[in-house]
């Protein structure tokens, strides 16, 4: 089996070293050292270039590197017939987990006003509100949002979720659908976005959806940065609508250096690292994948392409 490696975001070597680790058997070739394009079998991808994955004739297994699969199918040229699978991994979604705890936490407890009394010298008593009396608001209730969910109802939120289809999780009050946007955003004092990017949810967080909030909300996008319409988020967070936000995904990756995003007060830019693959802990799964291939078993971990995730 030839898999073909390509990524400019992720360490290609130690992903092949991972895979060989695996499978010593594998004939790994990293772009755009590809040899033969009708020899390759498997596409290892992430972000690749318009037409690439399409230059491959014998091609039977894209595999994404990550969760998300936006990336992949932005490619217009992108071969259907090829089953696409992706990452669905415990360390990965344990990871956004934390991320999504920790912005959160941040929030509820005040520390960035903390930390700027602090910085003035200023003691200041602040009145502490109860967890259940927030409402975090989770957009994707997938393997991501899911996690995250029962982790909030566990430190004691009341958490609400939006998805396509309703959910049922203990403590989660779920809404589902367009219909029910408006009645799911109007409840949440802190929105996290943990949904996929289709052409369904770009821009969904928009002067609209952000006008729909409590005021004084807070909004953690770690999903992609095409949900989030950028003039938008700005306009609140300056009318005061919004109190903060943390993002990690933006519709320009890496953020340019003069982006308003970097210096603005309630503004937390992180660089799309809330989650990552680890290649020694999903290079498994791949290997698993093409193994099932080989052997005419079904493809785990499959992206449905009408859906688009
Ligand atoms: P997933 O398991 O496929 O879950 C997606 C969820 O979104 C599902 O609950 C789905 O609803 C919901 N959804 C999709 N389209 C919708 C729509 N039009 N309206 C309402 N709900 C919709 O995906 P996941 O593994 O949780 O990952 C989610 C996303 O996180 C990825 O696609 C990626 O963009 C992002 N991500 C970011 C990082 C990072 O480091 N920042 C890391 C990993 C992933 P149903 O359940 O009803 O189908
Ligand atoms: C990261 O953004 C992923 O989709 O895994």
């Given at each position: 089996m030839a898999v073909l490696i390509y990524s400019r975001n992720h360490p290609v070597e130690d992903w092949a070293a991972a895979l060989r680790k695996e499978a010593p058997d594998l004939d790994i070739r990293l772009h755009p050292q590809t040899?033969?394009?009708?020899?390759?079998?498997v596409a290892l991808v992430w972000k690749p270039p318009p037409g690439l994955l399409q230059s491959f004739p014998n091609l039977k297994l894209i595999q994404s590197f990550g969760a998300g699969v936006d990336g992949i199918l932005a490619d217009p040229n992108i071969p259907k017939h090829v089953p696409l699978a992706r990452v669905v991994d415990g360390r990965l979604t344990q990871g956004m987990s934390e991320y999504v705890l920790l912005h959160v936490l941040r929030f509820h407890r005040q520390v960035d006003t903390m930390a700027n009394n602090q910085r003035n010298r200023t003691w200041r008593w602040l009145p502490l509100v109860d967890a259940s009396e927030r409402v975090v608001g989770i957009m994707g209730m997938g393997t991501l949002g899911g996690h995250v969910a029962r982790k909030l109802v566990d430190f004691g939120f009341q958490v609400a979720s939006w998805s396509r289809g309703l959910k049922a999780v203990d403590g989660v009050t779920s809404f589902h659908g367009d219909d029910h946007l408006e009645g799911f955003l109007r409840i949440c004092n802190i929105l996290v976005c943990l949904l996929p990017l289709t052409p369904q949810t770009r821009?969904?967080?928009?002067r609209r959806t952000l006008s729909l909030l409590p005021r004084g909300a807070y909004v953690i996008n770690?999903?992609?940065?095409?949900?989030?319409v950028e003039a938008d988020l700005l306009h609140a967070l300056d009318s005061e609508w919004l109190s903060g936000a943390t993002l990690d995904v933006f519709n320009e990756e890496p953020l340019r250096p003069d982006h308003p995003f970097w210096t603005h007060p309630k503004v937390t830019v992180t660089p799309h690292n809330a989650a990552d693959s680890i290649p020694a802990h999903v290079a498994p799964q791949i290997v698993d994948n093409i193994r099932r291939l080989q052997q005419g078993l079904p493809i785990l971990r499959l992206v449905d392409y009408a859906r688009g995730y």
């Open positions: 040899g033969n394009p009708a020899e390759i079998d821009g969904i967080i928009s770690a999903g992609r940065g095409g949900h989030v």
